[in-house]
């Protein structure tokens, strides 16, 4: 059995806030300032989902929140729209994580690509509801593929970067629980 | 396994449960603030982006810096293309230039040259070149206008700036010029300011060497070298050339004429020196019979 110190949680939430905030300055830079042909796929995104599935404890709800809803601001979207999603989703996967690292790679790969798509889809409908501009459906639909090809370079970036993989079965988690 | 899961679970999952619910909930009570109370909640955002961008900066001159490094690296890769099509384009424009030039000066030529007057009394004849000697070692050049034009030996030949040579060779309907560079060619010149008298002397190189200066020490580098009218060669006072000395301390003349292009020449016509032959009679007649030829005269300069 492997005991993960408390040190390592730590320092990965903070490596997960860490991350979130390299993106958002990435994405303020003033690099060019002609309008982009093809929107960035979201990262902060993919990354939450691919550590939401793996290891639930190092993406607490509280943290995707913090990182969403500052990129919210941010970006000029509407704000706690897109955090609200993000988490929720985030909370579906961890609860499906369990499941999916029985499974192969491509079903965990559907399963994130259907939630995105429903996320994707869901904050098109209530911003329509609540009757916010929007994003033309070109873009977006342009961006949520981007998100979904980027997701196994995600996974496979953040393991060799920190080593993050699925549990196995009978591992604990730091507070003392088994996965 | 399954029961002992759910068992673990009911002490964390409904406390995160409740979290991440609560989390979701206070997003949506954000996100519908917003859409209640727009500019309180885009003050918000305002101060939110004050405070927070401002922070990055630390950051993002890192990353700027990095990107910018990247951005200049390609521009590097791009360099030696880059400078390829710089020198292709300012070969270019070289060669515009020196048309631009090249056209100047024959402007500044044919402009000069249309002052020619159809009378037997012109100071001048203009000819075109035809063709140089076709020998490296003969610096000269063939001219269309000869003895039918009233050519002689030994007339000056300038083009529109500076002295070229002088009419060795005439034929019926074309004359031979020496240039000054052909290493027969000596012609008697001043220097000016100073005044010096010398020799130039042709060297079959670009820049004839300038020899039997009296004193020396008084010549600098740039002075006029214009012809002087000893022998009766030449006309005085004919642009040559500017002083310049070789690396090996020897004065030579670079020649004012545009040795390059030797296109439409003139011919100065020479009518000769007055020359006092005897003490008694110093204001020579102008129709008197002690005129001398000028042929002579340049056959005699040319021994």
């Not at chain 2, 390609?74 to 880059?82: L, M, N």
């Not at chain 2, 560079?181 to 008697?188: C, G, K, L, M, N």
């Not at chain 2, 020479?270 to 030829?293: F, K, N």
């Amino acid at each position: 059995m492997i005991v993960q110190s408390g040190l390592r949680l730590w320092g990965m939430r903070a490596g997960y806030l860490g991350f979130g905030l390299v993106v958002i300055l990435v994405h303020l830079m003033p690099g060019t300032f002609m309008p982009a042909r093809l929107p960035a796929p979201d990262f902060i995104m993919a990354l939450t989902f691919a550590w939401a599935t793996r290891r639930p404890e190092y993406v607490p709800s509280i943290a995707i929140a913090c990182v969403v809803v500052l990129a919210d601001f941010l970006f000029q979207r509407p704000p706690g729209l897109w955090a609200a999603l993000v988490v929720s989703g985030a909370a579906f996967l961890k609860t499906r994580g369990r499941f999916l690292r029985d499974l192969p790679f491509w079903v965990e790969w559907l399963n994130v690509a259907i939630i995105m798509l429903a996320l994707h889809l869901g904050y098109r409908l209530v911003s329509s509801l609540l009757m916010i501009p929007q994003a033309p459906l070109s873009l977006t639909i342009v961006q949520v593929s981007g998100t979904i090809m980027i997701y196994p370079l995600v996974v496979v970036l953040s393991y060799a970067a920190t080593g993050l993989r699925k549990s196995t079965p009978g591992e604990l988690d730091p507070t003392g629980h088994r996965q | 396994m399954a029961k002992e899961r759910i068992k673990d679970d009911d002490y964390i999952g409904p406390l995160r449960r409740l979290l991440t619910a609560v989390v979701i909930l206070v997003l949506t009570v954000l996100l519908l603030i917003w859409r209640i109370d727009s500019p309180r909640v885009e003050r918000l955002r305002a101060q939110i982006t004050d405070t927070v961008v401002p922070s990055f900066d630390i950051l993002m001159t890192p990353l700027n810096a990095t990107v910018n490094l990247f951005r200049d690296f390609q521009s590097y890769q791009r360099v030696v293309q880059q400078n390829q099509e710089l020198r292709r384009e300012l070969q270019q424009m070289k060669a515009w230039k020196e048309a631009a030039l090249q056209l100047e000066q024959e402007n500044a030529r044919l402009l000069d040259l249309n002052k020619v007057r159809l009378d037997p009394r012109l100071t001048h004849v203009t000819g075109v070149v035809m063709a140089d000697s076709g020998s490296p070692f003969r610096q000269s050049v063939l001219l269309n206008v000869g003895a039918r034009d009233g050519l002689m030996d030994g007339w000056a030949t300038m083009d529109g700036i500076g002295l070229v040579g002088r009419i060795s060779g005439v034929g019926q309907n074309t004359s031979r010029v020496v240039l000054l560079t052909d290493s027969a060619s000596r012609i008697p010149a001043i220097i000016q300011p100073s005044g010096q008298r010398a020799l130039v002397q042709g060297d079959n190189s670009p820049a004839p060497p300038i020899s039997f200066v009296e004193n020396r020490d008084i010549v600098r580098p740039g002075d006029r070298v214009v012809s002087a009218g000893d022998g009766g060669v030449f006309p005085a006072g004919l642009l040559i050339g500017q002083v310049a000395q070789d690396p090996g301390g020897r004065l030579r003349v670079r020649l004012a004429a545009d040795y390059e292009r030797l296109e439409f020449l003139r011919v100065l016509r020479s009518h000769g020196t007055e020359v006092i032959t005897d003490p008694g009679a110093l204001i020579v007649p102008q129709d008197s019979p002690g005129l001398r030829q000028p042929g002579a005269s340049a056959a005699e300069a040319k021994q």
